[in-house]
Antibody, heavy 121, light 109 residues
Framework: QVQLVQSGAEVKKPGASVKVSCKAS????????INWVRQATGQGLEWMGW????????GFAQKFRGRVTLTRNTSISTAYMELSSLRSEDTAVYYC??????????????WGQGTQVTVPS | QSVLTQPPSASGTPGQRVTISCSGS????????VNWYQKLPGTAPKLLIY???QRPSGVPDRFSGSKSGTSASLAISGLQSEDEADYYC??????????FGTGAKVTVL
């Protein structure tokens, strides 16, 4: 069965970076884009960006350009999201999600369990 | 700040029908398909509707989606206690950003 398993919770100081992993199983990792979404406590869902695991191509929400890096290691079917220059407003649960959409559509059918990132103020 | 607007809340008694609206623009809902996600506290979002009105395998047919112009709706018929959750619409924007709605909390009275 398809699974996305993320790394554990992190506590980081302001100005530091955090790297979250997302290990895929149960399907061909390079066949579906991986997206990253976050949710701060009491807030809504916020899309951050996407990565094509086959080509390594990426795209980002304007808000995160220059601060987010998306990478992958195809040999272990794992995607990574690194967020730099952390501030307290980045405290949130971060999710990876598989995009099964075709022909220009975007739909996230499988999600990781979420990774809590805390940046104390 | 989300570009897809939803009412903050909706409610109904068990068995009732509840509808949640999602208002966008010509650059997102007006030109791309709409998805709906259910978010329970402490769990990952779950895809309820894709391509405006398609249900993934395993999603009860009590959930239905529709789209007209720059707006979309999610209907929950035969409301059940386990439907109490936050619901988000989402669509691709022509700027190639994927945008979520503001979210609507459904309460079962």
């Amino acid at each position: 069965q398809v699974q996305l398993v993320q790394s554990g919770a992190e506590v980081k100081k302001p100005g530091a970076s955090v790297k979250v992993s997302c290990k895929a199983s149960g399907y061909t990792f390079t066949s579906y884009d991986i997206n990253w979404v976050r949710q701060a406590t009491g807030q809504g869902l916020e899309w951050m960006g996407w990565m094509n695991p086959n080509s390594g191509n990426t795209g980002f929400a304007q808000k995160f350009r220059g601060r987010v890096t998306l990478t992958r290691n195809t040999s272990i079917s794992t995607a990574y999201m690194e967020l730099s220059s952390l501030r307290s407003e980045d405290t949130a649960v971060y999710y990876c999600a598989r995009d099964f959409g075709r022909l220009g559509e975007v739909s996230f059918d499988y999600w990781g369990q979420g990774t809590q990132v805390t940046v104390p103020s | 700040q989300s570009v897809l607007t939803q009412p903050p809340s909706a409610s109904g008694t068990p068995g009732q029908r509840v509808t949640i609206s999602c208002s966008g623009s010509s650059s997102n809902i007006g030109s791309n398909t709409v998805n709906w996600y259910q978010k329970l506290p402490g769990t990952a979002p779950k895809l309820l509707i894709y391509r405006n009105n398609q249900r993934p395998s395993g999603v009860p047919d009590r959930f239905s989606g529709s789209k007209s112009g720059t707006s979309a709706s999610l209907a929950i018929s035969g409301l059940q206690s386990e439907d109490e959750a936050d619901y988000y619409c989402a669509a691709l924007d022509d700027s190639l950003n994927y945008v979520f709605g503001t979210g609507a909390k459904v309460t079962v009275l």
